[in-house]
């Protein structure tokens, strides 16, 4: 269990990483929303989940 990690996984880094490119901000593990998403876009009031699959395959939910 200790190899599991909650924050900054690589598919997380990449997300990241694309958002910033195309000039969003974002803001990170926001704990006072309801379940920590991955990443909250503020001026869009959406939150994005992202979870990685034992076989390393990507899966993420985008709630507005």
Not at 5 to 33: C, M, Q, Y
Not at 36 to 64: C, I, K
Request: charged residues 25%; without cysteine.
């Amino acid at each position: 269990m200790r190899a599991i990690r909650s924050s900054n996984t690589k598919p997380e880094r990449a997300v990241r990483s694309i958002a910033h490119a195309i000039g969003l901000w974002f803001r990170l593990h926001r704990r006072d929303l309801s379940g920590t998403p991955d990443l909250v876009l503020p001026r869009h009031r959406t939150a994005v989940f992202l979870s990685e699959n034992a076989d390393g395959s990507l899966a993420g939910q985008v709630r507005p």
